[in-house]
């Protein structure tokens, strides 16, 4: 991640280098000397040279110096300029009008330079990218000079009366290269020089060093004046693997050897010994072409790198997950097409074992988010140090890892699901000092050349699914059953929108009987699907594919619908109007929605809001909204069951701030009874306390004479179950009750024996209002 920002950085401004406000009398001095010395000894060298020397040095360091400097020091450069070739010329004795001449064209020079980079936007005199160092060479290397040598050698002219053709071209050439030479070295410095290893650098000096020395050092005769041409392998070298960095302080090495030989006569160009200088010219335009060539190349190399950096470092942070470094679900979703790809080609199959991490939310919640990613990246440590060649994990989700496997069978991919099982359960101190032991749940699939990978990740989550359903910590793999399972959702999912509008959808009926008076109570509506497939589908496994697919709305009021024109009827064939009661999804609590459809559907069916029931579970009156909801269908007189009492909260105290009128005791608990003391306990306590609530208690699932004893002892004060009836039709319903409300039997049950005090209660009352 960090790499993104390893391209060259400055190593630090020349300002820091010294006191703030102090920058511009160090750069006084400094240049003041570097300028004497260099120029001095270039003089020296190329006596008795006329007409300008063949490198000056001068010119690069100048205009490094202002790059370097903020425009405010620029002042104290151009006095040192001024000083020392002022001071230097009047030495050697020239006029002064001669030396003001050339101090004037030695101060414009590096000025022109500097402006016109920092006007095309190249302000500290960059080398890379490649265009930044093409501006460099054509208006440092090239422009500058042209005005720098105009006035240089006008003066020389004028004083001397020399042929501008001859002094004019050395003294261009002579500035230009030390712009080209000198310039970069310095500017380099502010780089990052590129890391590589001592060998190879001391490869490179070495034998550059010697070539170099073994052309301008040996006797000249020997070589020709395109020998040196020898040496472009080494600057390619050097830009292709050393950088700017090592390309310019090469260049400035071999050309102070090249030019100090020349000078001193040794080398082919001095042997050549073209008059009157002009071997040094010779040299210099030689030097010029390899050392601005290698340049360029040096700056290509370093747009590449740049790019590919950036570019490796982006392809990174988009396929890694920042907490634990692992792939991410775009890079794994690419490893497994390519995984299937391969399948197809060399056939196998692939194992997916999709992982979650058990307890993350609770971890998150009592010890907070930053024990939580500790967790989490140990966790994830943990399954990248347990894997094996030609496997790979990566998170795809917050507490979710998935490990794909190459090559896999349903026994290895078990293994693997063990073994990291095995890993990660370790325990783990996490701050401030709780000790853990991290579980996973897996779900496996494989697939093969058929599979795409989305459907290998559903199968996997199915089963992860199946997994976490059974307890945590375990393994599930998506076989035949989950596939078949799988598929019956998929086919409910796509099947419901019809089955909700053409009636394949309907409704039974289930009678609730008050356990004292042996009088209904009320009709509870539960939803059946008739499906053309697959036969009569209970609502335990359509409810949960209605509300995931967001049509509780309308399940709901296909429902409601059909529950209150059934009880309409009934009440025309009964004489009296039926309770009926109607289950409720927690989703539709959040909405207020939901009272409107309630109270349009009981005028159209001209109901009284005091007939109808509605069954909501004990887990969805968590919040607020529903709080808000619920009363607004209390006041609208409508009366509210909390159902399955005794699965979720259990929570007595949002009893009693809800505006419940009856609580249904979950059949868990009635199950037991008689049989388990226990839950006759927990019973009689719901019981008492729902009463100590204002609320009445209706008991579901009463299967047995020996259950409805002991509820009826207990004061419970509603039954309903099997040993009443089950559910029936919408016709079949009326003839559980008689004219006066009182439950006569089951037509479908009709030999289920009746509890002795219910069958004793109703033995008088049936013979004289059984009139069906
Ligand atoms: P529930 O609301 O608790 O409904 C009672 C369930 O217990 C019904 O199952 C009923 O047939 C069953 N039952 C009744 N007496 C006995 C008994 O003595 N022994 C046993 N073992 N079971 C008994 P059903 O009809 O399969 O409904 C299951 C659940 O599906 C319902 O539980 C309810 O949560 C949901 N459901 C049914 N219809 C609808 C509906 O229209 N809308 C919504 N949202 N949910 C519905
Ligand atoms: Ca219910
Ligand atoms: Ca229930």
Redesign the pocket.
Known sequence: MGSIQRTPRARASAASWVTPGREGPVAFVVVGAGYLTTTQLVLWLNEPAPGGSGLWPAAGLTLAALLFLPTRSWGWVLAAIAVAELGGDLAHGHPLGTSLGWTLGNCVEPLVGAVLLRRFGNARGALAPLRQLLLFLLLAVLVAPVVGASIGSATTVISFGAPILEVWPPYFVGDALGVLIVAPALLALRTRPRRRRLGETTALVLASLLVTAAIFLADGSWWTTSTPYLLIPFFTWAALRFGLHGTAWMSLAITVIANTATAAGYGPFAAAGAPGGHAVTLLQTYLAITVASALILAAMVSDLSDREQVERALHHQATHDHLTGLPNRAYLSTALDAALTRCAVVGGRVGVLLCDVDRLKRINDSLGHAAGDLYLAEVASRLGGALRRGEVVARVGGDEFIVLIEDADAGAVDAVARRLMAAVNVPVLLPPNKEVTPSLSIGVALGDADSSSETVISGADHALYEAKKRGRGRIEHFGDRLRSQLRERTQIEEDLPQALGNGDIFC?H?PEIEIATGALFSF????RWQHAERGLI???RF?PVVEATGH?DR??ST?LHQSLASQGLWAEQLGFRPAVA????ALQLGDLELVDTVGSALALAGASSGSLWL?V?ETATADTAALTVLSALHDLGVRLAI??FGTGWSSMARLAGHPWDVVKLD?AFIAPLGQEPDAEHLVRAMIVMAHALGMRTVA????TPLQLEWLTEMGCDVA????FS??VSASEAPRLVDTNGLWIGSSSTPDRPRPEHVRTRLSDEQGQTSSR
């Open positions: 039974v289930q509870e509506t539960l939803a209970p609502p335990d409810v509780a399940l709901f429902v109607v289950n409720v999804s069954e579970t159902d399955d059949r579901e699932g009463v299967e309903q179950g099997y040993l089950r559910p």
